[in-house]
Each structure stands twice: as C-alpha cells, then as structure tokens.
C-alpha cells in the first residue's frame, strides 16, 4: 500500500495535519521514534492566550490562530480543554507599556481583575500593569494529540532520510506520495541553509499546593488555574544551553524547579507546594520568529538556475526550484498548542486545494534572505 502522506514527527504540528488529512478521506503515516506527543508537546502546559504586545505581524498571527484555536479545540474536543480567564500581568516597566498599548487597541474583552485575585498576588506583582482577559483555556497536550492523531498509523521509528524515487517516497516497508516534515527542534532530515531552527530546552512542573486559583495567570512563568484536585501547572523555563541530543552533561532538574518555584512566588502567594510531576522537551523557533509553512526550496538547483538572486535580483516564487512533494510545518517557539491548528489547516488546504499560504510564512521567505548573502 502507497500512503497518501507520510508525516514525520507526532507533536502537535504533525498531529494536527494527520487530523485535517483524515478527516478529508487521506490515508497517513505517522512516524515518531519515541511515541505521540514525545517532544516539545508532551511538555507544554499548552496555554491558548494570545501574545500580549504592540499591534504587529506576530501578534495578530498568534491572535487570528488563538481566536481559531479555541472554537476548534472547544468544538472538537470538549473534554480536554479548560476554558478559564487569564490574568496577564507585566513583569517590569517596559513591559507596562506594552499590556497598556494592548488593551487601547485590543478587541479582545478584558476587565477588572477580581478582588479575590487581587489578595492572591504579589505586592510585585500588583504593582504593574494587568489586564484580565475573559477567554484563554489549557488542552491536555498529550490527550489532544492522540484524538488528533487517531486516524492515522502510527509508526514508532526513526526516519533518518528521506528517499524519493521520482514517484513516492519510500521509509523502509512503508511508502507515501507526499511527507510533511514536523520534527520540531529535533535531528533536521535536510540541510538547506536557510532553514535555522533553534532549539529551546523548556520545563513545566504540576504542583499541589492549598491556594486556589480560579483563573491562569501569566507573569513571569504562567500558572494554570488549579483542577479539582488541587493541582496546577507552572511553565516554563527558557534555556537555550542545554539540549538532549548535543549536550553532555544530563538536564539539571532541581536548579529548573527552583527557577519555576521562585518565579511563580514572585507573582502569587502559593502555600504548601508539593511538586507532583516534571515535564521537560525542546520548542522550535525561527530566525524572524515566524512558522516555517509550506513547500522547500532547493538551495544549489535554484541559484545554478538563477544566480541573480545572489545579487538581489528577484525571480517570481513559482519557478524556485522545490523538493517534490514535500512540505514543512515547524517554527512555532512557545506558541505551538496556539498555533499549530490554524496553520495546519492553511498547510492542508494548501495541498489538497490549492489555496495559497501567505508568504510571512513559507520557507522561501528565508531562502530569498540567504540567497542575497550567498556568493558562490
Ligand atoms: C515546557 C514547555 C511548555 C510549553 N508551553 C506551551 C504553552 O503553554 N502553549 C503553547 O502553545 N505552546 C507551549 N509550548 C510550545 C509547544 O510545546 C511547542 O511549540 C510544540 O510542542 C511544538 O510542536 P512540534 O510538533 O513542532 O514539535 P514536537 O512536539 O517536539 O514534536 C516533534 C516530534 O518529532 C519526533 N521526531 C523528531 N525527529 C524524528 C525523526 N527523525 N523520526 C521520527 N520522529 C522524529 C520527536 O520524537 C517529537 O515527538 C511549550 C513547550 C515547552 C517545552
């Protein structure tokens, strides 16, 4: 049997595009070498807020997939969101400025923080500027990927090249016309230099503690609001030195739960906190912050073909030379769980009909970047 998609990689990106294939009547692959949800997904606390900041072209990208996001994951899996308030609270000057400029020019609905919340905090903490945002939520990472992902067949192994005989592509037994590449941060299956993914180790840990939240708050680590069971979540760490494939010596677990403890603290008085469980994986960001969205150029073919893109010259998109049949859907840094069901769509709607992906977001933005560097 020919696939009609191989997808490597089953975090959220992969898990979301096996969703909108299958659910079109496709047949997929599904390879992770570790299990579903295994990286950077099993690790998120996977919070659904919108990027609080200056009006700009990320900002209202994290916002159109965040308003997107919340009506699919409410809509299609009920039961693995929790639909809850967000505080968002400035962690210095700088940042006062920027929740201030966001809610003169936001459409979003936001109101007083209530008192209940106001004796909860920090004098730190209530002493900068906030804003209580009425819709954010948090998705059980790892409970959505597998619903997303449950159409699909999973492989459990590692691709570690990608063969093309000119008609599918072939990973040992298994064979697919087209491959969506959604490994994250992880080994990259091609070297094209204007592709740069940086891998950004991140922590979360779910605590007990006796003080209820109501709501999540964001400061300077997020917190969930507490289940029934009196547990919530805190994320994350930002490290950009340790990584689980390069790096030497083993994670440093303790110094990441004093860091996240200290950090929630800052923010709200929590009491008697008991650590319950650690969650650790890589994010996947880009140079200019954007998603990586789309089919990839070949560097060498495309500038033999056209070396006046070496000297800025520009050459219509469409005669780029491209690797057949293959697309990639990463670059989505700490937004992942926000953004990975809107593009997703725009990446699959993009396949099967044709329709366009704006040029913020296809690989070949970058490409045309590298190609003004480069002299051969
Ligand atoms: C601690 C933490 C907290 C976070 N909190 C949030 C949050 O609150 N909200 C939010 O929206 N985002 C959050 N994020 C970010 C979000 O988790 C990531 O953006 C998202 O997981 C990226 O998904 P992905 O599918 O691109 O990559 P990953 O989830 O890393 O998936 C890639 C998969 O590919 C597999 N793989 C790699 N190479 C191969 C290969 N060669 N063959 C087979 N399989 C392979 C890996 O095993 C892995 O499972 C957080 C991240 C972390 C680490």
């Given at each position: 049997m020919i696939f009609d998609f191989a997808i490597i990689g089953a975090g959220i990106n992969g898990c979301a595009c096996s969703y909108f294939l299958t659910k079109e009547g496709f047949s997929v692959a599904l390879f992770d070498h570790v299990a579903i949800a295994s990286g950077g997904s099993g690790a998120a606390g996977a919070f659904i807020s919108p990027k609080i900041s200056k009006k700009g072209d990320i900002q209202s990208l994290i916002e159109s997939a965040y308003l997107f996001s919340l009506d699919f994951y409410n809509q299609n899996f009920p039961s693995m969101i929790k639909n809850s308030p967000l505080l968002h609270i400035a962690r210095d000057e700088k940042e006062n400025k920027k929740v201030k400029e966001f809610k003169e020019s936001t459409a979003l609905k936001f109101s007083d923080m209530p008192d209940k919340t106001l004796s909860l905090l920090s004098d730190y903490a209530k002493e900068h500027e906030s804003l209580f945002l009425e819709r954010s939520a948090t998705v059980d990472a790892k409970r959505v990927c597998e619903e997303l992902s449950k159409d699909a067949t999973f492989f459990k192994e590692k691709v570690t090249e990608l063969n093309f005989n000119g008609d599918h592509y072939i990973f040992g037994d298994t064979k697919a016309k087209k491959v969506i590449l959604a490994n994250g941060a992880y080994t990259q299956?091609?070297?094209?230099?204007?592709?740069?993914?940086?891998?950004?180790?991140?922590?979360?840990?779910?605590?007990?503690?006796?003080?209820?939240?109501?709501?999540?708050?964001?400061?300077?680590?997020?917190?969930?609001?507490?289940?029934?069971?009196?547990?919530?979540?805190?994320?994350?760490?930002?490290?950009?030195?340790?990584?689980?494939?390069?790096?030497?010596?083993?994670?440093?677990?303790?110094?990441?739960?004093?860091?996240?403890?200290?950090?929630?603290?800052?923010?709200?008085?929590?009491?008697?906190?008991?650590?319950?469980?650690?969650?650790?994986?890589?994010?996947?960001?880009?140079?200019?912050?954007?998603?990586?969205?789309?089919?990839?150029?070949?560097?060498?073919?495309?500038?033999?073909?056209?070396?006046?893109?070496?000297?800025?010259?520009?050459?219509?998109?469409?005669?780029?030379?491209?690797?057949?049949?293959?697309?990639?859907?990463?670059?989505?840094?700490?937004?992942?769980?926000?953004?990975?069901?809107?593009?997703?769509?725009?990446?699959?709607?993009?396949?099967?009909k044709d329709e366009n992906i704006d040029h913020t977001l296809e690989p070949s933005r970058l490409f045309f970047r590298y190609a003004k560097k480069v002299k051969k």
């Amino acid at each position: 049997m020919i696939f009609d998609f191989a997808i490597i990689g089953a975090g959220i990106n992969g898990c979301a595009c096996s969703y909108f294939l299958t659910k079109e009547g496709f047949s997929v692959a599904l390879f992770d070498h570790v299990a579903i949800a295994s990286g950077g997904s099993g690790a998120a606390g996977a919070f659904i807020s919108p990027k609080i900041s200056k009006k700009g072209d990320i900002q209202s990208l994290i916002e159109s997939a965040y308003l997107f996001s919340l009506d699919f994951y409410n809509q299609n899996f009920p039961s693995m969101i929790k639909n809850s308030p967000l505080l968002h609270i400035a962690r210095d000057e700088k940042e006062n400025k920027k929740v201030k400029e966001f809610k003169e020019s936001t459409a979003l609905k936001f109101s007083d923080m209530p008192d209940k919340t106001l004796s909860l905090l920090s004098d730190y903490a209530k002493e900068h500027e906030s804003l209580f945002l009425e819709r954010s939520a948090t998705v059980d990472a790892k409970r959505v990927c597998e619903e997303l992902s449950k159409d699909a067949t999973f492989f459990k192994e590692k691709v570690t090249e990608l063969n093309f005989n000119g008609d599918h592509y072939i990973f040992g037994d298994t064979k697919a016309k087209k491959v969506i590449l959604a490994n994250g941060a992880y080994t990259q299956l091609l070297n094209e230099p204007y592709i740069n993914l940086r891998g950004i180790w991140g922590h979360r840990i779910d605590v007990k503690t006796t003080t209820a939240l109501d709501h999540n708050i964001h400061n300077f680590v997020s917190i969930s609001a507490s289940d029934q069971n009196n547990i919530l979540a805190i994320g994350a760490t930002h490290n950009v030195h340790f990584h689980p494939e390069r790096s030497s010596e083993a994670y440093d677990l303790q110094s990441g739960r004093d860091e996240l403890i200290e950090k929630a603290l800052k923010s709200v008085k929590l009491e008697n906190i008991e650590i319950l469980a650690d969650h650790v994986g890589l994010r996947c960001g880009s140079n200019d912050y954007f998603p990586y969205l789309g089919k990839l150029v070949k560097t060498n073919e495309t500038l033999d073909k056209f070396p006046q893109l070496q000297f800025g010259k520009s050459v219509d998109e469409r005669k780029l030379i491209y690797y057949e049949n293959l697309y990639m859907i990463n670059g989505v840094g700490g937004y992942g769980f926000v953004l990975a069901p809107y593009i997703a769509k725009i990446l699959c709607d993009h396949i099967i009909k044709d329709e366009n992906i704006d040029h913020t977001l296809e690989p070949s933005r970058l490409f045309f970047r590298y190609a003004k560097k480069v002299k051969k």
